[in-house]
T-cell receptor
Framework: DVKVTQSSRYLVKRTGEKVFLECVQDMDHENMFWYRQDPGLGLRLIYFSYDVKMKEKGDIPEGYSVSREKKERFSLILESASTNQTSMYLC?????????????FGPGTRLTVL | GQNIDQPTEMTATEGAIVQINCTYQTSGFNGLFWYQQHAGEAPTFLSYNVLDGLEEKGRFSSFLSRSKGYSYLLLKELQMKDSASYLCAVRSGGYNKLIFGAGTRLAVHP
Protein backbone atom coordinates (compact mmCIF):
# COMPACT_ATOMS: atom_id res chain seq x y z
CA ASP A 1 0.00 0.00 0.00
CA VAL A 2 1.13 3.51 -0.78
CA LYS A 3 1.90 5.50 2.29
CA VAL A 4 2.13 9.27 2.44
CA THR A 5 3.07 10.67 5.81
CA GLN A 6 3.16 14.21 7.09
CA SER A 7 5.34 15.36 9.95
CA SER A 8 2.61 16.74 12.20
CA ARG A 9 -1.17 16.37 12.50
CA TYR A 10 -1.57 19.62 14.41
CA LEU A 11 0.70 22.65 14.56
CA VAL A 12 0.34 26.03 16.26
CA LYS A 13 2.68 28.86 15.25
CA ARG A 14 2.92 32.60 15.78
CA THR A 15 2.67 35.30 13.13
CA GLY A 16 6.03 35.90 11.48
CA GLU A 17 7.51 32.50 12.31
CA LYS A 18 9.09 30.34 9.61
CA VAL A 19 7.17 27.07 9.34
CA PHE A 20 8.26 23.80 7.78
CA LEU A 21 5.77 21.11 6.79
CA GLU A 22 7.29 17.80 5.76
CA CYS A 23 5.83 15.11 3.54
CA VAL A 24 7.31 11.70 2.81
CA GLN A 25 6.06 9.00 0.43
CA ASP A 26 7.37 5.46 0.29
CA MET A 27 6.43 4.37 -3.23
CA ASP A 28 9.04 6.09 -5.40
CA HIS A 29 6.43 8.42 -6.91
CA GLU A 30 7.65 11.05 -9.34
CA ASN A 31 5.03 13.70 -8.63
CA MET A 32 4.32 15.35 -5.31
CA PHE A 33 1.82 18.08 -4.47
CA TRP A 34 0.94 20.48 -1.66
CA TYR A 35 -2.65 21.66 -1.22
CA ARG A 36 -4.50 23.67 1.35
CA GLN A 37 -8.10 22.84 2.17
CA ASP A 38 -10.50 25.48 3.45
CA PRO A 39 -14.26 25.19 4.07
CA GLY A 40 -16.26 26.08 0.99
CA LEU A 41 -13.15 26.36 -1.19
CA GLY A 42 -12.06 22.77 -1.53
CA LEU A 43 -8.48 21.77 -2.19
CA ARG A 44 -6.30 24.41 -3.81
CA LEU A 45 -2.89 23.61 -5.26
CA ILE A 46 0.01 25.55 -3.75
CA TYR A 47 3.05 23.95 -5.39
CA PHE A 48 3.95 20.69 -7.04
CA SER A 49 7.09 18.85 -8.06
CA TYR A 50 7.57 16.37 -10.89
CA ASP A 51 11.15 15.38 -10.07
CA VAL A 52 13.92 15.96 -7.57
CA LYS A 53 14.85 19.65 -7.33
CA MET A 54 12.06 20.53 -9.79
CA LYS A 55 9.12 22.64 -8.65
CA GLU A 56 6.21 24.43 -10.24
CA LYS A 57 3.80 26.99 -8.84
CA GLY A 58 0.22 25.97 -8.39
CA ASP A 59 -2.77 28.27 -8.11
CA ILE A 60 -1.93 29.97 -4.80
CA PRO A 61 1.88 30.01 -4.31
CA GLU A 62 2.14 33.44 -2.67
CA GLY A 63 3.67 33.26 0.80
CA TYR A 64 4.94 29.71 0.30
CA SER A 65 8.03 27.98 -1.03
CA VAL A 66 8.95 24.31 -1.43
CA SER A 67 11.96 22.07 -1.45
CA ARG A 68 12.51 18.63 -2.95
CA GLU A 69 16.07 17.47 -2.35
CA LYS A 70 15.18 13.76 -2.33
CA LYS A 71 12.57 11.93 -4.37
CA GLU A 72 10.59 10.73 -1.36
CA ARG A 73 10.44 14.04 0.51
CA PHE A 74 8.64 17.28 -0.36
CA SER A 75 8.70 20.18 2.08
CA LEU A 76 6.40 23.18 2.23
CA ILE A 77 7.83 26.32 3.79
CA LEU A 78 5.92 29.31 5.07
CA GLU A 79 8.58 32.02 5.06
CA SER A 80 6.73 34.30 7.48
CA ALA A 81 3.49 32.78 8.73
CA SER A 82 0.38 34.92 8.71
CA THR A 83 -3.07 34.33 10.18
CA ASN A 84 -4.60 33.84 6.73
CA GLN A 85 -2.40 30.78 6.33
CA THR A 86 -4.35 29.01 9.06
CA SER A 87 -5.65 25.99 7.20
CA MET A 88 -5.50 22.23 6.64
CA TYR A 89 -2.46 21.34 4.52
CA LEU A 90 -2.55 18.14 2.49
CA CYS A 91 0.33 16.50 0.69
CA UNK A 92 -0.19 14.05 -2.18
CA UNK A 93 1.92 11.96 -4.52
CA UNK A 94 1.31 10.16 -7.78
CA UNK A 95 3.06 7.95 -10.28
CA UNK A 96 2.64 7.38 -13.99
CA UNK A 97 2.78 3.68 -13.14
CA UNK A 98 -0.43 3.79 -11.05
CA UNK A 99 -3.52 2.50 -12.91
CA UNK A 100 -5.14 5.91 -13.24
CA UNK A 101 -2.20 8.05 -12.16
CA UNK A 102 -4.37 8.88 -9.16
CA UNK A 103 -3.05 11.00 -6.32
CA UNK A 104 -2.53 9.47 -2.88
CA PHE A 105 -2.97 11.81 0.05
CA GLY A 106 -1.34 12.13 3.44
CA PRO A 107 -3.43 12.61 6.61
CA GLY A 108 -3.02 16.38 6.62
CA THR A 109 -1.54 18.97 8.95
CA ARG A 110 -3.92 21.38 10.62
CA LEU A 111 -1.93 24.59 11.03
CA THR A 112 -3.10 27.42 13.25
CA VAL A 113 -1.26 30.75 13.06
CA LEU A 114 -1.88 33.03 16.02
CA GLY B 1 -11.64 30.14 -16.18
CA GLN B 2 -11.65 26.87 -14.31
CA ASN B 3 -14.77 25.96 -12.38
CA ILE B 4 -16.09 22.79 -10.78
CA ASP B 5 -19.51 22.84 -9.13
CA GLN B 6 -21.07 20.31 -6.81
CA PRO B 7 -23.78 20.61 -4.16
CA THR B 8 -22.55 21.63 -0.73
CA GLU B 9 -24.59 19.18 1.33
CA MET B 10 -26.89 16.21 0.84
CA THR B 11 -28.74 13.92 3.18
CA ALA B 12 -29.98 10.40 2.55
CA THR B 13 -31.39 7.41 4.38
CA GLU B 14 -29.54 4.22 5.17
CA GLY B 15 -30.22 1.62 2.47
CA ALA B 16 -31.23 4.20 -0.13
CA ILE B 17 -29.51 5.42 -3.31
CA VAL B 18 -27.99 8.88 -3.68
CA GLN B 19 -26.58 10.68 -6.72
CA ILE B 20 -23.99 13.44 -6.30
CA ASN B 21 -23.62 15.66 -9.35
CA CYS B 22 -20.58 17.52 -10.58
CA THR B 23 -20.37 19.99 -13.46
CA TYR B 24 -17.11 21.37 -14.72
CA GLN B 25 -15.71 24.01 -17.03
CA THR B 26 -11.96 23.66 -17.47
CA SER B 27 -9.45 24.73 -20.09
CA GLY B 28 -8.40 21.12 -20.61
CA PHE B 29 -9.71 17.70 -19.70
CA ASN B 30 -7.80 14.49 -19.15
CA GLY B 31 -10.01 12.58 -16.77
CA LEU B 32 -12.31 13.07 -13.79
CA PHE B 33 -11.80 11.65 -10.32
CA TRP B 34 -14.04 11.14 -7.32
CA TYR B 35 -12.50 11.02 -3.86
CA GLN B 36 -14.07 10.24 -0.49
CA GLN B 37 -12.95 12.14 2.59
CA HIS B 38 -14.10 11.28 6.11
CA ALA B 39 -13.92 14.12 8.63
CA GLY B 40 -10.34 14.69 9.76
CA GLU B 41 -8.91 12.13 7.35
CA ALA B 42 -7.12 12.06 4.01
CA PRO B 43 -9.09 11.93 0.76
CA THR B 44 -9.11 8.42 -0.71
CA PHE B 45 -9.56 7.56 -4.37
CA LEU B 46 -12.97 6.19 -5.38
CA SER B 47 -13.29 6.29 -9.14
CA TYR B 48 -11.93 7.59 -12.42
CA ASN B 49 -13.63 8.36 -15.75
CA VAL B 50 -11.95 9.53 -18.91
CA LEU B 51 -14.42 8.25 -21.53
CA ASP B 52 -18.17 8.86 -21.62
CA GLY B 53 -20.28 6.35 -19.81
CA LEU B 54 -20.69 4.54 -16.54
CA GLU B 55 -17.96 2.91 -14.46
CA GLU B 56 -19.22 0.54 -11.77
CA LYS B 57 -17.30 -0.51 -8.69
CA GLY B 58 -19.36 -2.41 -6.18
CA ARG B 59 -21.85 -0.10 -4.49
CA PHE B 60 -20.32 2.94 -6.19
CA SER B 61 -20.70 3.99 -9.82
CA SER B 62 -19.51 7.07 -11.64
CA PHE B 63 -20.79 8.54 -14.89
CA LEU B 64 -19.21 11.00 -17.30
CA SER B 65 -20.51 13.08 -20.20
CA ARG B 66 -17.65 15.08 -21.66
CA SER B 67 -19.87 17.02 -24.10
CA LYS B 68 -22.00 18.25 -21.20
CA GLY B 69 -19.14 18.77 -18.75
CA TYR B 70 -21.02 16.60 -16.29
CA SER B 71 -20.37 13.70 -13.97
CA TYR B 72 -22.20 12.01 -11.15
CA LEU B 73 -21.29 9.60 -8.39
CA LEU B 74 -23.99 7.07 -7.52
CA LEU B 75 -23.94 5.38 -4.15
CA LYS B 76 -26.25 2.40 -3.65
CA GLU B 77 -27.35 0.57 -0.50
CA LEU B 78 -26.16 3.43 1.63
CA GLN B 79 -24.47 2.65 4.91
CA MET B 80 -23.81 4.91 7.87
CA LYS B 81 -20.08 4.74 7.11
CA ASP B 82 -20.76 6.46 3.76
CA SER B 83 -21.29 9.71 5.67
CA ALA B 84 -18.34 11.72 4.35
CA SER B 85 -17.40 14.46 1.90
CA TYR B 86 -17.18 13.52 -1.77
CA LEU B 87 -14.73 15.48 -3.89
CA CYS B 88 -14.96 15.83 -7.66
CA ALA B 89 -11.66 16.64 -9.40
CA VAL B 90 -10.70 17.18 -13.04
CA ARG B 91 -7.23 16.45 -14.38
CA SER B 92 -6.34 19.42 -16.54
CA GLY B 93 -2.99 20.41 -17.94
CA GLY B 94 0.29 18.59 -17.52
CA TYR B 95 2.04 16.91 -14.62
CA ASN B 96 -1.16 15.24 -13.37
CA LYS B 97 -2.52 18.47 -11.90
CA LEU B 98 -6.03 18.24 -10.47
CA ILE B 99 -8.65 20.94 -10.04
CA PHE B 100 -11.01 20.17 -7.18
CA GLY B 101 -14.58 21.13 -6.50
CA ALA B 102 -15.46 22.32 -3.00
CA GLY B 103 -16.85 18.90 -2.09
CA THR B 104 -20.29 17.55 -1.17
CA ARG B 105 -20.90 16.63 2.45
CA LEU B 106 -23.19 13.61 2.60
CA ALA B 107 -25.01 12.71 5.80
CA VAL B 108 -26.58 9.25 5.98
CA HIS B 109 -29.21 8.83 8.68
CA PRO B 110 -31.00 5.71 9.95
Amino acid sequence: DVKVTQSSRYLVKRTGEKVFLECVQDMDHENMFWYRQDPGLGLRLIYFSYDVKMKEKGDIPEGYSVSREKKERFSLILESASTNQTSMYLCASSSLLAPYNEQFFGPGTRLTVL
Amino acid sequence: GQNIDQPTEMTATEGAIVQINCTYQTSGFNGLFWYQQHAGEAPTFLSYNVLDGLEEKGRFSSFLSRSKGYSYLLLKELQMKDSASYLCAVRSGGYNKLIFGAGTRLAVHP
